[in-house]
């Protein structure tokens, strides 16, 4: 048992290190994006949607599914609005402790890092001009297909689908694996693989449903990915350092540490 415990906890450690370097965060997110460019350009984000439209009937097999939209679509959206209230309870009971108060600007990094991915994405949803899948012209919808790339036809609507905002919700806890690297803990990869793997379920449910592309939300795991980073930096710019050099936290600079 002690064994198998050192064994588990010497991955940790393997896969924090591997991690906790600027540079990985930095660049590592652009392979995704230039994953994301492929699988557009590729025909995969067509090939892989189509799996899930009745081509003799015209219609999406799971649009309307109870699993993917009550339980994953508006059950996730839900989940984000329960962390929401979580965080305000918790934040409203640490200013009312004096002990508890040095936590204030870590509770603001998480509210603040967590909420700027989301919001991009938002954003960008607004100004593009990329179709769900289900409006498209290929699908028995009304709308061209544009990829990234392509001219946009003149008097074209705002897509409103691109980047994919459910994925967001899932992937702005990425925030998570910063938070936990704050306090120095050395389970840390678990937030991190806490927002994506969430951001993996909310996204395959909506391509599933029609809803959005495979890139889409590749795109979007990387705007959550550098959200967090950012947030993370102005937050403790002092950090940037020990990003850059590798993290070598130790426990007496965790305690001494200004949340």
């Not at 329960?82 to 640490?94: G, K, Q, S």
């Amino acid at each position: 048992m002690t064994n198998q415990l050192n064994l588990f906890n010497s991955k940790l450690k393997l896969y924090n290190r591997y991690i906790e370097n600027f540079y990985f965060m930095l660049i590592f997110p652009f392979l995704i994006l230039g994953l994301a460019i492929i699988f557009e350009y590729s025909g995969f984000d067509v090939w892989w949607v189509a799996h899930f439209f009745d081509i003799q009937n015209q219609t999406w097999l799971y649009k309307g599914h109870w699993f993917f939209n009550k339980v994953i679509h508006s059950g996730g959206q839900f989940f984000d609005k329960i962390i929401v209230v979580i965080w305000l309870l918790f934040f409203i009971f640490i200013n009312l402790k004096n002990n508890l108060k040095k936590y204030r600007k870590i509770m603001l990094f998480f509210f603040f890092a967590t909420a700027a991915g989301p919001i991009l994405v938002g954003i960008g949803k607004s100004l593009t001009h990329i179709y769900t899948p289900w409006d498209l012209k290929l699908f028995n919808g009304i709308h061209p297909y544009i990829r990234l790339f392509d001219p946009v036809p003149n008097g074209a609507n705002v897509g409103h689908a691109f980047p994919a905002g459910h994925a967001s919700g899932g992937y702005c806890f990425i925030s998570l694996y910063f938070v936990l690297l704050h306090f120095n803990s050395k389970y840390r990869i678990f937030g991190f693989l806490f927002g994506v793997c969430n951001g993996l379920v909310f996204g395959l449910a909506q391509e599933i449903r029609g809803a959005h592309f495979p890139s889409h939300d590749l795109f979007t795991l990387v705007i959550c990915w550098y959200a967090a980073l950012s947030v993370y930096l102005l937050f403790y710019p002092e950090q940037y350092t020990m990003l850059k050099n590798g993290i070598q936290n130790t426990k007496s600079n965790c305690m001494n540490r200004n949340y």
